[in-house]
T-cell receptor
Framework: AQSVTQPDIHITVSEGASLELRCNYSYGATPYLFWYVQSPGQGLQLLLKYFSGDTLVQGIKGFEAEFKRSQSSFNLRKPSVHWSDAAEYFCAVGEQGKLSFGAGTTVTVRA | DAGVIQSPRHEVTEMGQEVTLRCKPISGHNSLFWYRQTMMRGLELLIYFNNNVPIDDSGMPEDRFSAKMPNASFSTLKIQPSEPRDSAVYFC??????????????????FGPGTRLTVL
């Protein structure tokens, strides 16, 4: 069965600084990988996804993620964070139409 | 373009009462998912439907939980009787599943705003 690990529970970053959120997955076949963002009191919004092809994936809000098969990782990055990026971020792996989510990383942005 | 619609957004009830959560998926989507989110257990898939048929209900906690999808535009998740440990945020999501044959494909799921359930 697939599983997802997000090693960082909470990250604090200064506005304008870069951000990287880690995600490691366990899955035997080619994974379908997703990053979602959840703002307080809201549902989950898709940031980006990887199904195949180019291992560097561009998403919305200036985010990107890189799939590294050798490291079983799919880390999310943003070069310069904005205060509005404060939220919880979830990595997920898909299998047969279902998603398994990591525990999430809460991002705090300080002025 | 309406997204996934859930109602109610908030529900407060007393232990032992029946609770019904409702979901309207995105028009044209053929898969629907119910999730539960808690601090302790994170996001858990409870059940999912494809073409109105339950495909996997292995995540349903116990017999007190039941879900139905009578048509392509409506689903309910019912808890009877409710207990305080059922307090959580319940999300509904929908997707357009690809053609049958590629069992490993996973299509993008779009989430509703959630229902925050509090059982006293």
């Amino acid at each position: 069965a697939q599983s997802v690990t997000q090693p960082d529970i909470h990250i604090t970053v200064s506005e304008g600084a870069s951000l990287e959120l880690r995600c490691n997955y366990s899955y035997g076949a080619t994974p379908y990988l997703f990053w979602y963002v959840q703002s307080p009191g809201q549902g989950l919004q898709l940031l980006l996804k990887y199904f195949s092809g180019d291992t560097l994936v561009q998403g919305i809000k200036g985010f990107e993620a890189e799939f590294k098969r050798s490291q079983s990782s799919f880390n999310l990055r943003k070069p310069s964070v904005h205060w509005s990026d404060a939220a919880e971020y979830f990595c997920a792996v898909g299998e047969q139409g279902k998603l398994s989510f990591g525990a999430g990383t809460t991002v705090t942005v300080r002025a | 373009d309406a997204g996934v619609i859930q109602s109610p957004r908030h529900e407060v009830t007393e232990m032992g009462q029946e609770v019904t959560l409702r979901c309207k998926p995105i028009s044209g989507h053929n898969s629907l998912f119910w999730y539960r989110q808690t601090m302790m257990r994170g996001l858990e898939l409870l059940i999912y439907f494809n073409n109105n048929v339950p495909i996997d209900d292995s995540g349903m906690p116990e017999d007190r939980f039941s879900a139905k999808m009578p048509n392509a535009s409506f689903s309910t998740l019912k808890i009877q009787p409710s207990e305080p440990r059922d307090s959580a945020v319940y999300f509904c999501a929908s997707s357009l599943r690809g053609l049958a044959g590629n069992l490993d494909s996973t299509d993008t799921q779009y989430f509703g705003p959630g229902t925050r359930l509090t059982v006293l």
